[in-house]
């Protein structure tokens, strides 16, 4: 078996552009979250969201190419170009067919299909683009990719709502473990924050609608009193590399992945399974398990946190099943209330985020802890992030339909 290390990261959200604006925004506590301006949101019971800002797709993409692509796809080919530019990984004919690309979305061109139907109702049938399909569909986050930066590897996108990126990362690094492919770019994109994106999950109850007023402060995991999460988008892509290979590149290593677990709750459309057996629980036992690595070693878990009242106890409760007295010994934290939800992209992002971490040995904080909740009681890095030597370390994403994955990261030494 080969062994799997990330080489390269590139970081896409609401609190800049790029990776070091982005990292450095999470550290110091900020939030992407404000008012909603792409689109008159009004007359919704939720008006914010965590928007990106500042990106220029001309910096990545030229102009002319631009309306055959949706902002998910935008965003996947950026963050890729970033994270092969910080792996100092340049894709030639000679090797090209050595990297592969698995950039997911959960959602695809949602605004797309929204502007496209309008112009359909409006003007009729032959004035809708003949893009639209191909920027509209999913799997195009993981094709505009390759054909951008010329990797012609394996090349897919999972659909797994939020859990997509994650899943990513994992299935690219089992690929590279078993010999299949020497490199992979993989993570997440998104960009739903549009009027059907908002409508939808508004109408579901999932977002929260307590801090129109004081959007700053409404993305607030495992708190007393958060009732929903707040919408992001952005993309987080890492370049995972056959260790062999990135050795004798000479490339900087972040960290090495070591273990990989998905299941399946088989439970409900929306709601996490609870108790021991529940989906969550079983992965973070089969990611320590393929890890080799006992609960009592792990230092920090970026949870899924999304600041729903369910969804955060339920995920307290799976860590403590698994972890048993040690859940109460190590720092936990959800990154969502810096960059809100990013959908398909949250696993993208904060599997960027768990990479840094563990290379600088720093745990991000859960901003707008203010409120304790008896159910979460575990220690969530509160409001400031905390300074520890990370040695081994564990990123949750679970999604609507049951779907869950989680990875498992250390440091490297060689």
């Not at 112009?119 to 990719?145: W, Y």
């Not at 473990?177 to 059907?196: D, Q």
């Not at 792990?298 to 995920?315: M, Q, V, W």
Request: aromatic residues 8%.
């Amino acid at each position: 078996m080969k062994r799997v290390v990330i080489t390269g990261v590139g970081l896409l959200t609401s609190l800049g552009e790029n990776k070091d604006k982005s990292w450095k925004a999470i550290l110091e506590g900020k939030t992407g979250v404000g008012y909603i301006d792409n689109f008159d949101s009004s007359d919704f019971g939720v008006r914010i969201g965590a928007q990106v800002k500042g990106f220029m797709p001309d910096e990545y993409i030229e102009k002319k190419e631009m309306k055959k692509l949706g902002r998910f796809s935008q965003y996947a080919i950026a963050a890729s170009k970033m994270a092969l530019a910080d792996a100092n990984y340049v894709i030639t004919d000679e090797n090209a067919c050595d990297i592969g690309v698995m950039v997911s979305s959960g959602i695809g061109g949602l605004e797309v299909f929204e502007q496209q139907y309008d112009i359909l109702l409006e003007k009729g049938p032959k004035r809708v683009s003949p893009f639209t399909v191909p920027a509209m569909i999913a799997n195009m986050s993981s094709g505009n990719v390759g054909i951008y930066t010329g990797a012609k590897g394996p090349n897919k996108t999972i659909v797994t709502a939020c859990a997509c990126g994650t899943h990513s990362i994992g299935d690219s690094f089992e690929m590279i473990k078993n010999g299949k492919i020497k490199a992979m770019i993989a993570g997440g994109s998104e960009a739903a924050i549009s009027r059907l994106g908002l409508a939808g999950f508004a109408a579901l109850k999932a977002l929260t609608t307590s801090y129109n007023e004081n959007p700053e402060i409404s993305s607030r995991p495992f708190t007393a009193n958060r009732d929903g999460f707040v919408m992001g988008e952005g993309a987080g892509v890492l370049i995972l590399e056959e260790l062999e290979q990135a050795k004798a590149r000479g490339a900087k290593i972040y960290a090495e992945i070591i273990g990989y677990g998905e299941t399946g709750d088989a439970y409900h459309l929306t709601a996490p399974a609870s108790g021991e057996k529940g989906g969550a629980a079983r992965a973070m036992r089969m990611a320590l398990e393929q890890a080799n690595v006992e609960p009592s070693k792990i230092d920090y878990i970026n949870a899924h946190g999304t600041s729903t009242p369910l969804n955060d106890i339920l995920e307290t409760q799976a860590i403590k099943y698994v972890f048993g007295d040690h859940a109460y010994k190590m720092g936990i934290s959800s990154t969502k209330g810096a960059t809100g939800h990013c959908l398909g992209a949250a696993g993208g992002i904060e599997g960027v985020i768990l990479a840094l971490s563990v290379d600088e040995g720093i745990m991000p904080p859960t901003i707008n802890y203010d409120t304790p909740d008896p159910e979460c009681d575990l220690d969530y890095v509160p409001n400031v992030a905390r300074q520890k030597e990370i040695e081994y370390a564990m990123s949750n994403s679970f999604g609507f339909g049951g779907q869950n994955a989680v990875i498992i990261m250390k440091k490297y030494r060689g």
